[in-house]
């Protein structure tokens, strides 16, 4: 989750929302004619040699590269970032580039800024003293004057650079005030033991160029996030000595940072499945934290196969970890180390834990996503924040106050972010969907695990998987009820998120769309189906730049099933869904059960009979009977027994908005 949304919507979501049978072989007549247009081909890009039509990258695919390194400096006397990032970018595009776009974020937090002007409830302050300061640009040493427009850089290159291959390098010095608590996604946070600063969107960025929208300039406004290419970054990072820093990627100097003491406790960790203290609660603030109290020290991080890094900085951190060991498809083991950095308002209580337990829910969250794709890289960092819940690679920036059940969904959600989309890197300014609504998904399974499936029994929590938010807000039921009171805000999927309002981004980017992709694995495939097809998307697009269609086709690759109507139906209609059973009646030995839809949104149905001895019976309705006709017909051979009724969707695993109509007497 990437808002202050991530807790506290999806609370009031909630609250809005909540006031062993032998399957027989399915027989469905058609009756009745259907004017369904569900059913008629579903428009995707024509596949081309970049983007195939079962889904894969094509053999000419091909994407830019950005290797950065970084050097920034903190001054928390003015709260002053001040840095120089070197750019050094490789084209591989199949054309020559006479300019690069930057994007530069932290004026969206300037006053006057256009997101600012927009005034369009994303939680944007603009203030005079924000916003980049920049000096001056060269390109391969040669001075350059950028165009800037509101939270983008146009750069001009004295030469065009060549395709396949053609390298410059661009260097940028920058300033920037890091903005305070009322900043989303980044900024800093009081507390009492001093001042948690959570940085990112911290340098300027170069966009994507790709094969699609060709250079993506998109403006930040903030709703909309991050669509960035892949690269190693090395990061050079100068605090105050009294801090203690956490980073994306693999600390090169820690001799230089940690005390002897605190490195025997980070080799501990990392051989440790229990939390492990590196710096303890009764540590902070004092020379066993920190022994040198004036002056600065650097903090050197290095990240390779990345599309962003992030950092966080604190004299008040707790910093805590352990070892999630994940093993990797060619047969070794990734020992991930799982930190979790803190202030002491972050710790909570035996009844509702807090950040205490945070590397526990961390590690859960790290072992059980792997099943998508083992977690590849050396770290996975959770920092308390003023920030409700924003992912970065390798580390996220969540809430202070969350505690329990919303503590683990914050943590596994952020997390769940390195696969969807650090590691699959889709286009989350207009398509954020793809991230959001693939971690809501995910994570009503790893919630299950975690709660109902953990070797520790004495977890706060055990058992209890159903008060999850993950596992609540995926609930078909309370889905359902939910989808009355949202459609005021309700908007196709595909919507783009900054054209979407507050409620409408956490409808239609996370819930929507996570409820769909569960309709995939339960209802309209089967679990080992769909779970197959998203590891072979994930696996495909690892490291690239996925489109909505490759993952349409993916599916539909792996699957060997047209769901055209699926992808129109759920994702690009506002159709809720109400399926209806309209008839029960008997024939000549035969029960028969009429089944039809409400509205344009059809899937497949089933239907359970049940008899007077009190067994029951179900049969398979399948989606292809609603192709021509807008009624279908369940019919069973009664066998000498007699029914008494029959209702639809038995084990209610559809978000049917009207299960009054799902069932009849006879």
């Known amino acids: ?187 800093r946070m009081e507390t009492a033991r001093g001042t948690v600063y959570s940085v990112a969107q911290w340098f300027p960025r170069v966009a994507v160029f790709d094969d699609v929208n060709g250079w993506n300039a998109m403006p930040y406004l903030g709703a909309g996030e991050f669509y960035l290419g892949y690269g190693d970054v090395e990061m050079a990072l100068t605090v105050p000595s009294t801090m203690t820093v956490v980073g994306t990627g693999e600390l090169l100097n820690p001799d230089e940072v940690y005390t002897e003491a605190q490195r025997q406790r980070l080799a501990e960790a990392r051989r440790s499945s229990d939390r492990v203290y590196v710096v303890g609660p009764d540590e902070v603030g004092t020379a066993a934290a920190t022994p040198r109290r004036t002056g600065t020290t650097t903090w050197r991080y290095r990240a390779e196969t990345v599309r962003d890094v992030s950092w966080a900085a604190s004299a008040a951190f707790v910093l805590d970890g352990a070892a999630a060991p994940v093993p990797q498809e060619d047969g070794t083991t990734n020992d991930v180390l799982v930190l ?105 399974l790893s919630a299950r695990r975690f709660y109902d499936e953990n070797d520790d029994p004495t977890i706060a929590g055990y058992g209890e998987a159903e008060r999850a938010q993950g596992v609540m807000l995926l609930d078909p039921d309370v889905y359902a009820r939910l989808s009355g009171r949202f459609a005021s805000v309700d908007d196709p999927v595909l919507t783009y998120p900054d054209h979407l309002s507050g409620a409408g981004v956490g409808w239609n980017a996370y819930f929507k769309p996570g409820m769909g992709l569960r309709l995939l694995r339960t209802v309209v495939l089967d679990d080992g189906v769909f779970d197959e097809a998203l590891r072979e998307y994930t696996r495909r697009w690892a490291y690239k730049h996925p489109q909505p269609a490759d993952f349409f086709r993916t599916v539909e690759d792996v699957s060997g099933e047209d769901l055209d109507w699926f992808w129109r139906g759920w994702f690009d209609s506002l159709a809720p869904y109400d399926a209806a059973l309209v008839r029960l009646g008997l024939g000549d030995g035969i029960a028969v059960a009429t089944v039809t839809h409400e509205t344009d949104l059809v899937m497949p149905a089933t239907v359970e009979f049940a008899f007077a001895d009190g067994t029951t019976e179900r049969v398979e309705i399948p989606v292809e009977a609603f192709f021509s006709e807008d009624e279908a017909r369940a019919v069973i051979d009664l066998a000498g027994r007699t029914v008494v009724s029959a209702r639809l969707d038995p084990d209610a695993l559809a978000p049917d908005v009207d299960r009054a109509n799902d069932a009849r007497d006879l």
């Open 340 to 444: 979790s950095a803190y202030p002491h308002e972050g710790i909570g209580t035996p009844e509702e834990p807090g950040w205490e337990e945070a590397t526990r829910y961390g590690r859960a969250s790290i072992l059980n996503n792997s099943t998508w794709l083992p977690y590849p890289y050396p770290v996975a960092i959770s920092v308390a924040s003023h920030v409700g819940g924003m992912e970065y690679p390798m580390i996220h920036f969540s809430s202070v106050e969350s505690r329990h059940f919303a503590l683990f969904g914050v943590i596994d959600h952020e997390l769940a972010h390195v696969w969807y989309p650090m590691i699959v890197g889709s286009d989350e300014r207009r398509h954020a969907w793809m991230d959001e609504g693939f971690n809501t998904f995910v994570n009503e």
């Open 1 to 187: 989750m990437t808002r202050p949304l991530t807790l506290l919507a999806t609370t009031a979501l909630l609250a809005l929302g909540l006031a062993g049978v032998p399957h027989a072989q399915p027989v469905a007549d058609s009756v009745g004619h259907s004017t369904n247009a569900v059913f008629e081909p579903y428009a995707l890009p024509t596949p081309n040699e970049y983007r195939s039509a079962s889904g894969r990258p094509g053999p000419a695919y091909w994407q830019n590269r950005n290797d950065y390194r970084i050097e920034a400096a903190l001054d928390t006397t003015t709260h002053t970032l001040s840095g120089t990032v070197r750019l050094t970018y490789t084209n591989e595009s199949p054309e020559a580039l006479d300019h690069l776009w930057f994007h530069l974020e932290q004026n969206l937090f300037r006053e006057g800024s256009r997101g600012d002007r927009a005034q369009l409830d994303r939680g944007v302050t603009g203030r005079p003293e924000n916003g980049y300061r920049l000096g001056t640009v060269t390109v391969d040493g040669q001075p350059v004057t950028p165009r800037i427009t509101d939270t983008r850089m146009r750069v001009p290159l004295p030469e065009p650079l060549a395709p396949g291959g053609g390298r410059v390098e661009v260097v940028v010095p920058y300033t920037f005030v890091v903005p305070g608590p009322d900043t989303p996604r980044m900024g």
